[in-house]
């Protein structure tokens, strides 16, 4: 059993900045690939980021590669999120997920643990 504790979302101003950290406790940190997806209003969950076990591999959803970076401490048992250049579009909760999977998940069903979300806000 993984619990994943979200944290750092907020309001912000079109163009700027956040964060988002994910705290994981429980089973081994390194054993899982880890992922965040967004939940906006009126549409279904989306993939947003993943980056592999070892923390050699991440790959992005279109609409926010060249904007997200996603890492992790495997020592702190935490993932995160960098935000840049903040969008509107980028309003959502956004959820940290773990997967026992040797390679990247893009999907829900390749995640096995789910956080509860934190809500990031971008004005225009």
């Known amino acids: 059993q993984v619990q994943l504790v979200e944290s750092g979302g907020g309001l912000v101003q079109a163009g700027g900045s956040l964060r988002l950290s994910c705290a994981a406790s429980g089973r081994t940190f390194s054993s899982y690939a880890m992922g965040w997806f967004r939940h906006a209003p009126g549409k279904e969950r989306e993939f947003v980021a993943t980056i592999s076990r070892s923390g050699g591999i991440s790959r992005y959803a279109d609409s926010v590669k060249g904007r997200f970076t996603i890492s992790r401490d495997d020592a702190k048992s935490t993932v995160y999120l960098q935000m840049n250049s903040l969008k509107p579009e980028d309003t959502a909760v956004y959820y940290c997920?773990?997967?026992?999977?040797?390679?990247?998940?893009?999907?829900?069903?390749?995640?096995?643990?789910w956080g509860q979300g934190t809500q990031v806000t971008v004005s225009s």
């Open positions: 997920s773990a997967a026992s999977i040797g390679g990247l998940g893009y999907v829900e069903s390749d995640y096995h643990y």
